[in-house]
């Protein structure tokens, strides 16, 4: 069966410093790949995702970048965060099934600057 | 994407059926019905899918109306693990850069 991991589960960080979180999946090939944001009482926003090694598209403009540097390993990192980047961070995958596309998603990191 | 109206809450005891509406009066014909959940703190979570018939898996049921306009999820035997925030969502089968749009969602309290 599928699972996915993301670390660390919380993180606490001051303003101005890097962000690295990490999400991997195993038991499926070739997925394709989410990171999500989930403030405070909002809903989910699509930051990031991807079809392969390397291919990474954006969704908004962003102090966050991605990368997919494995088949089953995507990352998202920032080089100074903000205040306004606290969060709940959430990766997910996908595979096409018959045309459409469920999403399972990680345990989520959350994410406070300080 | 067509919209989605639930109930903000309801409650249920614990060992009965759990029913949560959802209309989606301007659903279209190729769009399918989703139901995800989110326990607290915790990722969302994937329940079912369907189009037109009814679908049931190992979590739930998933009753869609013949017109399409609304549909019911069922947890035959609601536990206290079920007490979640409930996303009805319709959407049509797209590509890789699908992205889940979650509204409100109905928030289910599962009572000892």
């Known amino acids: 069966s599928q699972t996915i991991h993301q670390w660390p589960a919380t993180l606490v960080q001051p303003v101005g410093s890097p962000l690295s979180l990490e999400c991997t999946v195993e038991g499926t090939s070739n997925p394709n790949l989410y990171w999500y944001r989930q403030a405070a009482g909002r809903g989910l926003q699509l930051l990031f995702y991807?079809?392969?090694?390397?291919?990474i598209s954006s969704e908004v403009p962003q102090n966050l970048s991605a990368s997919r540097p494995q088949d089953r390993q995507f990352i998202l990192s920032s080089k100074k965060l903000l205040l306004s980047d606290s969060g709940f961070y959430l990766c997910?995958?996908?595979?096409?099934?018959?045309?459409?596309?469920?999403?399972?998603f990680g345990p989520g990191t959350r994410l406070t600057v300080t | 994407d067509a919209k989605t109206t639930q109930p903000t809450s309801m409650d249920c005891a614990e060992g009965r059926a759990a029913n949560l509406p959802c209309n989606h009066s301007t659903i279209s014909g190729n769009e399918y019905v989703y139901w995800y959940r989110q326990i607290h703190s915790q990722g969302p979570q994937y329940i079912i899918h369907?189009?037109?018939n009814n679908e049931t898996n190992e979590m739930a049921s998933l009753i869609i109306t013949e017109d399409r306009k609304s549909s019911t999820l069922i947890l035959p035997h609601a536990t206290l693990r079920d007490t979640a925030v409930y996303y009805c969502i319709v959407r049509a089968p797209t590509g890789a850069n699908s992205k889940l749009t979650f509204g409100k969602g109905i928030t289910l309290s599962v009572r000892p």
């Open positions: 991807s079809v392969g090694i390397g291919q």
């Open positions: 997910a995958w996908s595979v096409a099934s018959w045309g459409y596309y469920e999403q399972y």
């Open positions: 369907g189009l037109k």
